[in-house]
């Protein structure tokens, strides 16, 4: 039981440190050492994000790994992993969600026909919103947890 515990824990442990793949490029430019781990998750990077220059993020002068409305989906990820809340149930998850997702659909329609130009602030926003409920139901189910707290019995 004691073992099944420790590698819940460190699965939910490892959905959040998500929240630190965007940065890594930054970190690896501070610590060497983590420049081979930059590179491997470099090829993940490639598959989803174009990282357009004009939408990436800089710490210190260094971009991070991903543009901002991605960096916004891990950092949601790893957040809501870590603190696994709201518990939500099935259906205000899937609320939740369709909901960020219409929001970001119509932020990126108001880019797409100059409404306004690329705001990280909104991309980081809508990226975090839409990926911090799937990060909480994530984590509670590596927790084990139900959604819904259990129905108390008179």
């Known amino acids: 039981m004691r073992g099944e515990r420790s590698l819940r824990w460190a699965g939910i442990v490892l959905l959040g440190g998500v929240a630190l793949l965007p940065v890594l490029s930054v970190l690896s430019a501070l610590v060497p050492a983590l420049t081979p781990l930059e590179r491997a998750v ?12 004009a939408r990436t993020l800089r ?11 991605c960096s916004g989906i891990y950092f949601g990820l790893g957040l809501g992993a870590l603190v696994r809340r ?8 899937r609320g939740w969600v369709l909901t960020a997702a219409a929001l970001m659909l119509a ?4 880019e ?3 409404v306004h130009g690329p ?3 909104l991309r980081i926003v809508t990226g975090l919103l ?3 409920p799937v990060g909480v139901g994530l984590a509670l189910l590596v927790q084990g947890a139900p959604t819904l707290p259990a129905a108390h019995k008179p």
Not at 59 to 69: D, K, N, S
């Open 42 to 53: 470099q090829p993940w990077f490639d598959l989803h994000c174009e990282r357009d220059p």
């Open 59 to 69: 710490l210190w002068g260094v971009p991070l790994g991903v543009c901002a409305r």
């Open 86 to 93: 709201p518990r939500l149930s099935p259906a205000g998850l």
């Open 107 to 110: 932020d990126v329609a108001l």
């Open 112 to 114: 797409r026909y100059a």
């Open 119 to 121: 705001t990280a602030v």
């Open 130 to 132: 839409l990926s911090y």
